[in-house]
């Protein structure tokens, strides 16, 4: 079994790192970790180059401590580290690059007109993911 797990930068609680390692632990999968470095277009002519730059550490951070919740767990995991303006299209391709039977993942719980102006990113894959997702909150 391989289990995807998308990690949101924005997150500092990990829970579905810690759900997907408890699941990797019990069912021997591997484990990997999806952090995308979230660029907004034209990001560079307005907040000049550092801005990508940060966006990137928090993700690598965002990495780091993941992967320290799943040794927590128990579980070793690969990391994956993109920058991209779509985070769902990043997770989708990775799941179907990599054959994976399960991505895991949070919601930040947006509701009525916020959720539909904004878009989800869980919404998306769920909708377009080639495996099973699971959604955390």
Same mark, same amino acid.
């Given at each position: 079994?391989? &289990?995807?797990?998308?990690?949101?930068?924005?997150?500092?609680?990990?829970?579905?790192?810690?759900?997907?390692? $408890? &699941?990797?632990?019990?069912?021997?999968?591997?484990?990997?970790?999806? %952090?995308?470095?979230? %660029?907004?277009?034209?990001?560079?002519?307005?907040?000049?180059?550092?801005?990508?730059?940060?966006?990137?550490?928090?993700? %690598?951070?965002?990495?780091?401590?993941?992967? %320290?919740?799943?040794?927590?767990?128990?579980?070793?995991?690969?990391?994956?580290?993109?920058?991209?303006?779509?985070?769902?299209?990043? &997770? &989708?391709?990775?799941?179907?690059?990599?054959?994976?039977?399960?991505?895991?993942?949070?919601?930040?719980?947006?509701?009525?007109?916020?959720?539909?102006?904004?878009?989800?990113?869980?919404?998306?894959?769920? $909708?377009? $993911?080639?495996?099973?997702?699971?959604?955390?909150?």
């Amino acid at each position: 079994m391989k &289990i995807l797990v998308a990690v949101d930068p924005s997150d500092t609680a990990h829970l579905p790192v810690s759900k997907a390692a $408890a &699941i990797a632990k019990k069912e021997g999968a591997e484990l990997t970790l999806l %952090a995308v470095a979230e %660029a907004v277009e034209d990001m560079e002519s307005l907040f000049g180059g550092q801005a990508s730059e940060r966006l990137k550490e928090r993700a %690598a951070k965002a990495l780091d401590a993941a992967q %320290a919740v799943a040794k927590a767990a128990g579980v070793t995991a690969r990391e994956v580290l993109e920058t991209g303006v779509s985070p769902e299209e990043f &997770i &989708i391709e990775e799941a179907e690059k990599g054959g994976y039977d399960l991505v895991v993942m949070g919601t930040r719980g947006k509701k009525g007109a916020r959720r539909l102006l904004l878009g989800s990113v869980a919404s998306k894959v769920v $909708a377009l $993911a080639p495996c099973s997702v699971l959604v955390v909150r």
